[in-house]
């Protein structure tokens, strides 16, 4: 059977439409992989910058200043006023009156805990992640103890700390 003269343009336009429409399927296809790929690799290094800027939020403890008779190791506990806010304990360390340390659940770590001891005992101390404050601690200090109370959004209650270690 012959084609005619006319009827060939139509076949071969045809032909070449579907594809012309094949690559354009497979470039869009080759285009979202690519941009999958690269969002991938934008979130990765967002994440990782993000962690960087959290870390250097975190606070730390002072390598200079002068020394305070609350300079050493402590530890404690925080029990809450209701069942459900139980099992709370901490550990910080005091240099030139700056604390910072680890707030524990039934031995597991939770949150940092930090602040500053003022000259008449009196500690005003944060309680979070990355420097972020979920809850406050309010502690008045004599020579080797600490007692005071805690209040976070859901839980409250006492904290009875004790110094451990120089």
């Known amino acids: 059977m012959q084609i005619p003269h006319s009827g060939r343009y139509e076949v071969v336009a045809k032909l070449i439409s579907q594809v012309l429409l094949?690559?354009?399927?497979?470039?869009?296809?080759?285009?979202?992989?690519?941009?999958?790929?690269?969002?991938?690799?934008?979130?990765?290094?967002?994440?990782?910058?993000?962690?960087?800027?959290?870390?250097?939020?975190?606070?730390?403890?002072?390598?200079?200043?002068?020394?305070?008779?609350?300079?050493?190791?402590?530890a404690?506990?925080?029990?809450?006023?209701?069942?459900?806010?139980?099992?709370?304990?901490?550990?910080?360390?005091?240099?030139?009156?700056?604390i910072l340390g680890i707030?524990?659940?039934?031995?597991?770590r939770k949150a940092?805990?930090?602040?500053?001891?003022?000259?008449?005992?009196q500690l005003n101390a944060k309680v979070g992640q990355a420097g972020i404050v979920g809850a406050e601690a309010e502690i008045q200090f004599q020579d080797n103890s600490g007692k005071g109370t805690w209040n976070g959004k859901y839980c409250k209650g006492n904290v009875d700390v004790r110094r451990v270690g120089m």
């Open 22 to 74: 094949s690559q354009i399927c497979y470039f869009m296809i080759a285009l979202s992989n690519f941009r999958e790929g690269v969002v991938k690799h934008i979130r990765y290094f967002a994440f990782i910058g993000l962690m960087g800027v959290l870390s250097a939020c975190a606070p730390k403890l002072p390598t200079s200043g002068t020394p305070t008779i609350y300079d050493g190791q402590w």
């Open 76 to 98: 404690g506990e925080m029990p809450g006023y209701i069942s459900d806010c139980q099992g709370y304990t901490v550990k910080f360390d005091v240099r030139y009156g700056h």
């Open 103 to 108: 707030l524990y659940r039934d031995g597991a």
């Open 112 to 121: 940092d805990f930090w602040g500053e001891i003022l000259p008449n005992g």
